[in-house]
């Protein structure tokens, strides 16, 4: 089992920016996918971005595309996402997660195909 931590998190004005960060527990974080997901109150958890494990292979939401990029540190075991021209409707606890695969058989974005979930961090973009 991973465990994941995410931190970054927390409140900026609508166009700002946010780095968050997922660092994992144990040596088998350069064989996993990655990938963050998010959950606004209210709403079902939604897919945000994956990054495969050798970090050649990214895929986006529609709604992050153009904002969001995702990468990894494998020499700090870490996935981040970086968003910018952040948006009120961006607001949600994003999660990161794990797919103890090195590749999606899909774009990564669903949910039950990761093993491993973070508890999540909170952003609020204030408009």
């Known amino acids: 089992q991973v465990q994941l931590v995410e931190s970054g998190g927390g409140l900026v004005q609508a166009g700002g920016s946010l780095r968050l960060s997922c660092v994992a527990s144990?040596?088998?974080?350069?064989?996993?996918?990655m990938g963050w997901f998010r959950q606004a109150p209210g709403k079902e958890r939604e897919f945000v971005a994956y990054?495969?494990?050798?970090?050649?292979?990214?895929s986006y939401a529609d709604s992050g595309k153009g904002r969001f990029t995702i990468s990894r540190d494998h020499a700090k075991n870490t996935v981040y996402l970086q968003m910018n021209s952040l948006k009120p409707e961006d607001t949600a606890v994003y999660y990161c997660?794990?797919?103890?695969?090195?590749?999606?058989?899909?774009?990564?974005?669903?949910?039950?195909?990761?093993?491993?979930w973070g508890q999540g961090t909170q952003v609020t973009v204030s408009s």
């Open positions: 997660a794990a797919d103890r695969r090195c590749y999606s058989s899909s774009r990564g974005n669903i949910a039950g195909e990761y093993d491993d």
């Open positions: 144990g040596r088998t974080f350069s064989s996993y996918a």
């Open positions: 990054i495969s494990c050798t970090g050649t292979s990214t």
